[in-house]
């Protein structure tokens, strides 16, 4: 089934009141200077993200006069600028001279190239139409507000910090770059670590994990530095739950805190080391149950499932009802708009106000070249999340990949540009762990991006390279996949399913970012055949080596022991067909570094004071994920710390 979200979807004729002048004005024109169309309806694909965009334009002799989008499989919330906002601007200036929205930019081609399409059905000249520039928008006029706190980001953290700062009574104002809420939020898998006693009842303990477990008890707490004495609790805890003998699986906040320190632990190639700042940890491990009960009261549902997101380390990842990470953005704005919070779109944040060393605001300019000036009586939260979309900056300050090409393809959206750490920097904000940037290792090798492929939790994936080899501990950290990822032929890999780890897809099955699995595998993101010798004949790999790998993978899966990787966490074995290969390249997905907070969201200067009326949240903040970043740990942090931000702001003197 596709989505038919958008299906009737019209964008009507938009110069009305001007059709009497607008014969010429408001068409394409023939030679004479007049339109020239075949009146009727047509219809035409474009291709999205995620195979066909349908569409159908209504052409008077003279006009285009309606625009409707059907059926198409683009991410609901993600598309909704381009599959609206184009339509209507080719409506409106009569052209297709339109520009694409930023990070809806396939959606935005495929509505345009079906359009020309159309067009050209009609007897149309497409290309005067691509030359003819629409009526030009009078730059808007100067606008001044005021609030008790500005939120400058409408991603996950800007929304969380928003509806907090609202729910404590503060008036709001949130400005957003983009045409859209949702940042790379929206865009990310959407899943968060929490410990959660209640929904990780029904997981139970693995002779592996046990093994885990014990090998903390042998750990040195002098090894680990201010976060000795979690790890002296941990401890404590670990003894206790093998005296009592439960086969139910063990969790706590000091764990995930551990987790987070030994993930985020890491360093550079100048040899400087960093870990996470304990106070942050802490911080974000006993905050994340919490916002998911938060989150819950304004209306998201989470799963009762737990799983392992990768790179997680534990199996503590909850998902919600929602597709990727459209749950939290719907939730959180709905919410906003009811508690009065203002949003103003396609208003770009350019720099803070500071009048005696704090924080009193923000000067901005909208798409239409408006200025506008926010004055902010308690305080400015930054939350315009990382600079993964900023080539140049990646270059300026990674400090741990040997090499970063410009030409690095990522998971983000075109807008995580650093915005926020350059405007926090220029107003004396500290920046901490800037040269720590996460690659994700399975992406697509083209596009960069997380979704467009079939696997299932940490634990059941397998990864092989192009000779059907497998090269790494699928279950370890983010930063040591990539790196093993990286030195494979090509830096390409595959990830390997049955049928049951690929989640039963079935003829029409959506995978959970919502791709429509028969375009996956038409186009080749996804590989699919009865027997794992029909996989490897497709993928060109040696005959034998793919069967033979997987034959030794199932047989380390029995013996709850991988000698090769040491991985120590299984799925079930790989014997149900088909089998599903899915390929995968690193791409920049998330930087560590930004701003540096205290656990109230207070952004620090450089001698760790906080800057009044200035707080911050979120993917532009640095110190939580030091080094390398959990998976599953962001959005905890965005909820946790956009939720602080947002009350610490409004509590404000
Ligand atoms: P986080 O996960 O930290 O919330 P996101 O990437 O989800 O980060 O959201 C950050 C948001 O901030 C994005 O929607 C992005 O468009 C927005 N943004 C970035 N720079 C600016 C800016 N200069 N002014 C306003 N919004 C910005």
């Known amino acids: 089934m596709k989505n038919n979200a958008f299906r009737g979807l019209i964008v009507g004729l938009a110069c009305v009141g001007i059709a009497a002048a607008a014969l010429v004005g408001c068409g394409t024109t023939d030679s004479a ?8 309806t047509y219809t035409a694909v474009g291709q999205g993200n995620f195979g066909d965009v349908e569409v159908s334009v209504t052409f008077s002799a003279t006009k285009i006069v309606s625009i409707t989008v059907g059926e198409h499989g683009e991410t609901p919330g993600l598309s909704d600028p381009a599959l609206e906002g184009i339509p209507a601007a080719i409506v409106k200036g009569q052209t297709l001279a339109v520009d694409t929205v930023s990070g809806a930019t396939h959606s935005s081609e495929a509505v345009l190239s079906a359009v020309a399409d159309c067009v050209k059905q009609a007897g149309g000249d497409v290309e005067a139409l691509k030359a003819k520039k629409g009526a030009k928008a009078a730059k808007g006029a100067r606008i001044e507000k005021s609030a008790d706190v500005v939120i400058v980001g409408g991603g996950g953290a800007g929304l969380a910090a928003a509806v907090s700062a609202a729910q404590s009574g503060a008036k709001v104002v949130l400005i957003e770059k983009a045409a859209a809420l949702g940042g790379n939020t929206i865009r990310s898998g959407g899943v968060q670590n929490a410990v959660d006693p209640a929904r990780q009842k029904a997981v139970k303990m693995t002779a592996p994990l046990i093994g885990d477990l014990k090998s903390i008890l042998d750990a040195k707490e002098a090894d680990f530095g201010e976060f000795a004495p979690v790890v002296a609790t941990l401890k404590g805890q670990i003894r206790d739950y093998l005296a009592s003998g439960s086969d139910v699986l063990f969790d706590s906040v000091e764990l995930h ?68 990470g459209t749950g939290y953005v719907t939730v959180l704005s709905e919410t906003a708009a009811k508690l009065g919070v203002e949003i103003m779109l396609e208003t770009k944040a350019e720099e803070l106000l500071v009048e005696k060393g704090r924080v009193v605001g923000v000067k901005a300019t909208k798409a239409d070249g408006a200025p506008v000036v926010l004055r902010a009586s308690k305080g400015v939260v930054m939350a315009t999340g990382g600079f993964g979309a900023n080539p140049e900056m990646r270059a300026k300050y990674n400090t741990y990949w040997p090499s970063m090409p410009l030409s690095m393809p990522t998971t983000n959206t075109a807008d995580a540009t650093g915005d926020g750490i350059v405007m926090g920097e220029k107003a004396g904000a500290k920046l901490v762990g800037m040269g720590f940037i996460q690659l994700m290792p399975s992406s697509h090798p083209v596009s960069g991006a997380l979704s467009g492929g079939l696997w299932g939790s940490a634990e059941t994936q397998v990864f092989v390279n192009k000779q059907g080899k497998r090269f790494v501990n699928e279950y370890a950290e983010r930063d040591v996949l990539a790196s093993a990822a990286l030195k494979q032929t090509d830096g390409i890999f595959y990830i390997i399913c049955d049928q049951d780890s690929a989640g039963n897809p079935q003829p029409g099955s959506k995978n959970g970012w919502g791709d429509d699995v028969d375009t996956l595998i038409r186009n080749h993101d996804v590989y699919k055949a009865d027997t794992l010798a029909g996989l490897e004949e497709q993928l060109g790999m040696p005959a034998g080596s793919l069967q033979a790998e997987i034959a030794k993978y199932n047989g380390y899966i029995a013996s709850g022991t991988d000698p090769d990787f040491g991985k120590r966490n299984f799925g079930a074995p790989l014997v149900k067909p088909p089998f599903y290969a899915t390929i995968r390249s690193p791409s920049v997905h998330h930087t560590m570094g930004g701003l540096a907070i205290d656990a109230s969201a207070r952004v620090l200067d450089a001698s760790g004071k906080a800057i009044p009326g200035f707080y911050a949240a979120g993917e532009v903040t640095g110190g939580i994920h030091a080094g390398n970043r959990l998976g599953g740990n962001a959005i905890a942090d965005i909820m946790v710390f956009g939720r602080i931000a947002g009350a610490s702001a409004a509590s404000s003197k």
């Open 33 to 40: 200077g007049t339109a020239a169309y075949t009146p009727g």
């Open 257 to 324: 805190m551990y987790h987070s320190y030994i993930g985020g632990k890491r360093v550079d190639l100048k040899g400087q080391e960093i870990h996470g700042e304990l106070a942050l940890v802490r911080t974000l491990a006993e905050g994340s149950p919490k916002a998911i009960e938060w989150l819950e009261s304004l209306g998201l549902k989470f799963n009762d499932g737990i799983g392992t997101v990768l790179g997680a380390l534990w199996p503590r990842t909850h998902s919600n009802t929602k597709p990727v």
